[in-house]
Structure formats: C-alpha cells, structure tokens
C-alpha cells in the first residue's frame, strides 16, 4: 500500500474536485440545481439532524460554560477561563457557523448562491472554526506547561497572560484569513466549491490555500493531540511515583499518607483525559471527510450530493458532541452540571410564585379601581 499517496489525498482535495467540477449536475453552482425529490428529502433530513444537534450543543456548551465559571472545584484550575473560552466558542459556532453552513449545503444545490457571497460568508464561518481550533490549542498548550514547566508555569496564570492567550486564537485566524479575504494577490480567494457546496478557502489545488486549510484546521488539532498524549504519559508516570512514594511512608508511618499530593495528580490527569477525549473526537470528525474521500472512489460522489453531505455530518456535530465527551469522563463536570441544572430548577420554581403573586396583586388594583371608581350623578 502507497502510504504517501493516501497522504497526499488526505490533503488535497484537487484530485476529486476537478472530476466533481467536470461534472453537468455541478458545473456551475451559483445557478439553481433541478431539484430532485429524493435528493430533497434526503438532504432535508441531514439539514434536520445537523440543526437539532446544534441546538442541543448551545443548550450544552452553555451548561459547560456556566459549570466551569461557577462551580468551585473547576473554577480553581489555572485553565478554567481557557476552558470557558473554548466552551463559548463553541456556543457561536454552534449557532452560527455549522447552521449557517448545513443552510448554505441545503440551498445551494435546489435555489443557487451568490459567488461573491463567499468572500463574506465562508470569511465569517473560516474565523469561527479557525479561532475554535486555535482555541483548543491553546489550552492544550497551557495545560502542558503546566506539566514540563511547573517553576515557570506561574507567570502563565496571571490575568493578562490568561487574557492573552485567549486573544491568541483571534490573532492567528485573522492573519491566516487575511490573504484570502482581500484577494491579495488573486492567489486565493473564497470559492464557492462544488462537493459539499461550501464556501472554503481556494483554489483547492494551490498549495498557498492548501497550507491555509491545515494551518486553520489540520495542524491545531493534530498539536493537541500530541500536547495531551505527553501530558498523559507525564500524567502517568507521576502517578506512579507517587503510588510508591506512598507505599514507601506507608511501611514508615501511616500517618503521612494523607499528605501525598496524589488527589491533585489525580484530577489533574482526569482534566487532561477529558481534554484529551475532546481533542481526539475533534480530530477524527475533521479527518472523516478526506479520509472518506480518500477510500471511495470518484463516481461514489460524482452524482450522489447526499453521500457528500452526509460525510460532512461529523464535522458539523463536532461542537455538539463536546460536552458529551466532558460528562463522560470528568466527575467533576458531573457534579457541576447537576448543580447548576439544579440552581436553574429552583431558579424557575421560585419565579413562578412571584410571577402568580404579581398576577394577583395587579388583579386586586384592578378590582379595587373597579370597585371605587367615583359615581357619576345626571
């Protein structure tokens, strides 16, 4: 097997494209596509799933977002207003970006887009996705400083460094859009692109746009990985130390056990897992799509617009199924998310009897003016 072809094909999409590009149903999607009743009802269905599960990511990511801000044990961690940051960017992307572009996949096929509407449009969703990815990144880096460089990790948790950090993700997508935005150059530009029918960053075959789409996407995900796949090793191997450490004060005096720092590495290595599984589920519902290009053959998506759609469906789930992975491994999100659900139930049971009590106390005006209102004589 030729390892580096599937390496190529991972990333660069020209060689699908320009078959796609040929095609008669694609030649030209900024006119309207004869709509298909299969195909209708199909995409109609991804467009309903990709809309409800983004819904349930900004229910989600909101309850994240106010976990980590508000609930001690979370709000401690050096990183928690990173981790908030990355949370409500997830917020936005989940009611801006992904929507915006299942609508834009939905459309386009059946009713046709302005071209020049992606220099706006895929400009705007590019940033969200791009300063996600960095974000994420960023706490990762954080949380590996935290890890290799304990001595040096304080001036990492001052509140300008914390807000510089979070600005960086900002910065860096800005300067990698900024080229294709202003048509700099006419070396790239927003096109709007004939499978998926998104507006990305091109033309797909020029290495400048190649090395902008792995910059924003690609290279983010694939640090994070790696700074948390170190962490845990590191994470893991303290552990250990520590375990004998305790063995050893064991057989000296029980006494001293208590004070092993082992709870603190402990949670640690939990935050870093959780981080750890969210990173990963990133990075393969990012990698479907040209993994998925890069096994079937051609005529798969030549003339099938579901099938293409559909395999963006992981991708534009990826912020929704954050929080899940949250939950799953981290028993503090548990029990924080139990008591702000909780806060929130009380909040809206304590609010519907002053609601009642303000009801019946303008009833009571009202009757009472009713009541004394002055006679008139004739």
Known sequence: MDYFNITSKLLQYSYIINHLNNSPRYSNLSRPVEPHVYYHKSVLFWLSIVLSGNFFGILANSVIAVTTLTYKPIRTCSSSSLIAHCAILDIIRS???????????????????????????????????????????????????????PHHYRFLIRTRSLISINLLPWIISIILLALPFFEAGSMVKFVLTAPWSSCQVGPLDAAAA?????????????????????ILIQAKMTALRCHSIGIAVNLINTDNISSSPQPIHQRRYEMCRMLFGSSLWTLASTLFLPAALSWFPDPFFADNYPAQIFMRLPQYLASAFN????????????????????????????????????????????????????????
């Open 95 to 149: 009611t801006f970006a992904y929507p915006g572009a299942s609508l834009l996949g939905y459309l386009t096929p059946f009713y046709g887009f302005p071209v020049g509407g992606c220099r706006y449009f895929g400009g705007m969703i590019s940033l969200i996705n791009y300063t996600t990815n960095w974000a994420y990144c960023c706490l990762a880096g954080h949380r590996l400083c935290a890890t290799i460089l």
């Open 210 to 230: 190649m090395a902008i789409l792995g910059l924003g996407t690609y290279f983010p995900c694939a640090l994070c990985v790696g700074c948390y796949v170190t």
């Open 323 to 378: 929080p899940v992975v949250f939950l799953l491994v981290s028993n503090n999100y548990r029990a924080g998310v139990k008591i702000v659900v909780a806060r929130c139930c009380r909040l809206s049971n304590t609010m519907a009897p002053m609601e009642n009590i303000r009801l019946r106390r303008y009833s009571v005006r009202t009757d009472n003016r009713i009541t004394h209102r002055p006679q008139i004589v004739h």
